[in-house]
């Protein structure tokens, strides 16, 4: 009893990230350079209750055996890197990545970042910045 009710509540915890994954790509449906991601599960051990190939007494064997699973865990949430579509924004300093690629900025600390956002504005100084005002870096 204990063992279906622990493989309940693994299967419970599951669906709740699986849709927490899904809830976060729904809410980010209409952000620039965004990718949604898939969570990833794995079944945990199996109970060996009745070993395959052992006697069942009329001197015949289990062809099968029992084993009883004991629930499922999250293994990790995977970013889906499949191209998105293309929409016209009519801001002249916009780029859209088709294929790979990332574009490479600079974050206030000095240090490289990526993104797939290609929204872009121009500052005070004539640079290419996100609109979180991160410098797009030269190549």
């Known amino acids: 009893m204990m063992t ?5 509540a693994t299967g419970m915890n599951a669906q709740q990230t699986n849709m927490d994954v899904i ?14 991601g898939r969570a ?3 079944d ?15 001197n015949n064997s289990n062809p099968t ?6 629930g499922v865990k999250t293994v990790g949430t995977k970013k ?7 929409k016209d924004t009519s ?12 574009f490479q900025i600079t974050k206030p600390d000095g240090t490289v970042a990526y993104t797939r956002n290609g929204s ?7 640079r290419l910045v996100t609109p979180e005002g991160y410098i797009r870096r030269s190549y």
Not at 25 to 34: E, K
Not at 80 to 86: A, D, K, Q, R
Not at 91 to 102: R, S, T
Request: net charge negative; hydrophobic share 35%; charged share 15%.
């Open 80 to 86: 889906l890197f499949s191209e998105g579509s293309f």
């Open 91 to 102: 801001n002249p300093l916009d780029v859209a990545i088709e294929g790979d690629g990332f």
């Open 40 to 42: 990833d599960f794995q």
């Open 23 to 36: 809830s976060n790509n729904l809410a980010n449906v209409d952000t620039n350079g965004f990718k949604k």
């Open 65 to 70: 055996g029992l084993q009883i699973g004991t």
């Open 120 to 126: 872009f504005n121009m500052d005070g100084e004539g």
């Open 4 to 8: 279906a009710l622990y493989s309940a």
């Open 44 to 58: 945990l051990m199996y109970q060996t209750k009745v070993a395959p190939g052992s006697s069942t007494g009329d």
